[in-house]
């Protein structure tokens, strides 16, 4: 009779699923794939990441390094090329349109994966690619087909929220985060709703991601009607910004993501028609809270690719560096460092691939999920940006390598979307369940 042993190196390899302990090497080892740990994909999902690789690796990695060069004003002038990874990335197709053809179970893996290797590419043109998408895909996800037939997708778009005075509150509707004294003061911007019309006085802040460039906004401000203004009952509005009264400032000259165009955006009673109103004043609450689901979801994406950027380049030249006669992953504590760096980014992609698929599947997404992996996500990618500026010692401050732009891109996004620390807080208000709270006496 055959032996146990012997009938399992009889089998097929393919018939037996994972080898057999006893077909193991004498050393066993794994060599993970570019994303990590990650389950065979989706064949669909597959081709997709390898096509944005690609891309990202040809199109945006040169791009997004010689438009971190150039002044603000530069980035955006006739023939930079910025203007080039526009048309490159136009020529991918990825629009509302398109990505509304594949099947819905195979969406979570679809963002999560795009936004991914976008960040990994480059994380101020992965933004810019990011918001581009606002405008149609809330205007969809609320209902509104007056924007779908009005504005073609190829128009640039933008987020308008921020506001002079006000940052990251402008994402916390219902006050939760207050202090119980304090009020959310004079809003910048205020859009009159009366008569058929939406009129749009004020200005949005210097922080409006593609704002420079944008020529088609989705809008957040205060909403003034009869019963006066009141920015916790706020509008969303899609605004064509060539419309007459719209006017932008200057380009900002930033630390990170020199290659994502930001700048203020002015308005000087801007009048459109109510077709372009998505959300009204009643469900302000409701708008904010959907976009700001979908952005720090974004968030998450974009940041572990940035993360991955930077370990790869650290776990590159860990083997080609010597030290001490040896290349210097030889040594502990790079050995040590590097095996936490991947650790950050195993950790930031799954919790945002865990959330994406809870928040797209789910009848209603949480916010506080998102905020678990932008936070995250966020976070890790300035941990691990920094430790690769470490291994790289001198050489990893200077220009010439890239980690010193990816440290700073990092940095930035420890505040983009609502700071870290505000989200922290807002996130808590949100875990908050009444039916456990016990009756005060």
């Known amino acids: 009779m055959m032996s146990q042993v012997a009938a399992l ?16 090497d004498e050393n066993p080892k794994v060599r993970l794939g570019s994303l990590g740990a990650e389950p065979p994909l989706d064949d669909l999902v597959a081709q997709l990441q ?37 048309e490159a990335y136009a ?37 810019s690619a990011g918001v581009d998408l606002l405008p149609h895909y ?35 509707a219902n006050g939760a985060i207050f202090h119980p004294q304090g009020t959310y003061g004079r809003p910048n911007c205020v859009a ?86 998505i959300v009204a004043p009643e469900d302000y609450k409701k708008g904010v809270y959907a976009i700001h689901s979908e952005a720090n979801a974004l968030m998450g994406g974009v940041f572990t690719g940035c993360a991955r950027a930077a370990y790869e380049h650290a776990f590159a030249y860990a083997h080609e560096r010597k030290q001490g006669g040896v290349p210097i992953i030889r040594h502990q504590d790079v050995a040590k ?22 928040n797209m599947l789910n009848d209603m997404p949480a916010l506080q999920a998102a905020m678990f992996s932008k936070v995250t996500a966020t976070q890790h990618a300035l941990e691990v940006a920094s430790d690769a500026v470490q291994m790289f010692g001198g050489n990893g401050v200077t220009r010439e390598y890239p980690v010193e732009k990816i440290f700073r891109d990092a940095r930035s996004s420890l505040i983009e979307d609502g700071c870290n620390e505000i989200l922290s807080i807002k996130g808590g208000t949100l875990m908050v369940d009444p039916d456990l709270l016990k009756p005060t006496a």
């Open 9 to 24: 190196e009889a089998l097929p390899v393919e018939a037996t699923g994972p080898r057999p302990f006893i077909r193991w």
């Open 50 to 86: 390898q096509s944005v690789h690609g891309f990202a690796e040809k199109v945006m990695q040169p791009i997004g390094r010689n438009l971190d060069r150039l002044s603000a004003e530069e980035v955006i002038a006739p023939g930079s090329q910025l203007w080039a990874f526009r």
């Open 91 to 127: 020529e991918l197709g990825i629009t509302m349109e398109a990505l509304a053809t594949f099947p819905p179970n195979l969406m979570p893996d679809i963002f999560a994966i795009l936004f991914e290797e976008l960040g990994w590419g480059d994380a101020g043109l992965a933004i």
């Open 138 to 172: 809330m205007a969809a996800k609320f209902g509104n087909e007056f924007v779908f037939k009005t504005y073609p997708e190829e128009l640039i778009g933008c987020w308008g929220i921020t506001e002079p005075d006000h940052g990251s509150d402008s994402l916390d």
């Open 192 to 277: 009159k709703i009366s008569d058929g019309k939406v009129i749009i006085s004020g200005q949005k802040s210097a922080w409006v991601s593609n704002g420079p460039i944008a020529e088609l906004a989705i809008l957040y401000c205060a909403a003034e009607t009869k019963a006066g203004i009141d920015s916790s009952r706020g509008a969303v509005v899609i605004v064509p910004l060539k419309s007459l009264g719209v006017s932008k400032g200057k380009p900002l000259e930033k630390m990170g993501q020199r290659a994502l165009p930001q700048g203020e955006i002015f308005f000087d009673n801007v009048e459109l028609d109510i077709d372009h109103l």
């Open 337 to 358: 460092r590097l095996f936490h760096m991947a650790r950050k980014v195993e950790l930031s992609r799954a919790i945002t691939r865990r959330v994406t698929t809870f």
